[in-house]
Nanobody, 123 residues
Framework: QVQLVESGGGLVHAGGSLRLSCAASGRTFSSYATGWFRQAPGKEREFVAAITGSGSSTYYADSVKGRFTISRDNAKNTLYLQMNSLKSEDTAVYYC????????????????WGQGTQVTVSS
């Protein structure tokens, strides 16, 4: 079992920045690929970014490429999402996820999910 708890959401003006964190507990964190997803009101959950267990490879949705950076600190069992140049369309509940399979994670079929943190970008 892996437990995931997100933090760092909030209200920010367009063009601003936020850093989300996801604290993990349970089995060896570095064994899991991890990532971020988001869900805006009335929309389906969508993939944002993912990172391999070692942190050596990352993958981003086109909508956030160049603005968001995913990283992880395996010594602290923590996943991060640095969000810069935020836009109103980034407003959503952001979820972290983990799975032993990077492929399944990116497809949104991760085995473990956090409870989500709200990010609101005002224009």
């Amino acid at each position: 079992q892996v437990q995931l708890v997100e933090s760092g959401g909030g209200l920010v003006h367009a063009g601003g920045s936020l850093r989300l964190s996801c604290a993990a507990s349970g089995r060896t964190f570095s064994s899991y690929a991890t990532g971020w997803f988001r869900q805006a009101p009335g929309k389906e959950r969508e993939f944002v970014a993912a990172i391999t267990g070692s942190g050596s490879s990352t993958y981003y949705a086109d909508s956030v490429k160049g603005r968001f950076t995913i990283s992880r600190d395996n010594a602290k069992n923590t996943l991060y999402l640095q969000m810069n140049s935020l836009k109103s369309e980034d407003t959503a509940v952001y979820y972290c996820a983990a799975d032993a399979s990077f492929h399944l994670l990116v497809k949104g079929r991760a085995g473990y999910w956090g409870q989500g943190t709200q990010v609101t970008v005002s224009s």
